[in-house]
């Protein structure tokens, strides 16, 4: 859902000529990223039992915010 709600913004943007080149460049190397992220995701959350998929998300959050509080 999030992936497409973020290529339908992309496009509105693009068919207004409302980015500049270096955001187009940019969005192209994060879309390939966001999408494998969407997958796993998905994966996990299908194949992994309710408290397992909890606690994975709830390492990565930590894992997310210490390198944030740390960089």
Do not use: C, K, W, Y
Request: charged share 10%; no cysteine; proline share 3%.
């Amino acid at each position: 859902m999030t992936t497409h709600l973020l290529l339908r913004g992309a496009m509105l943007l693009l068919g207004r000529q409302s980015l500049s080149p270096r955001l187009v460049v940019d969005l192209a190397i994060s879309l390939p990223a966001l999408f494998a992220g969407s997958v796993l995701g998905i994966v996990a959350f299908r194949n992994v039992n309710e408290i397992g998929f909890r606690r994975i998300i709830l390492v990565l959050l930590l894992l997310s915010g210490a390198s944030l509080a740390l960089a």
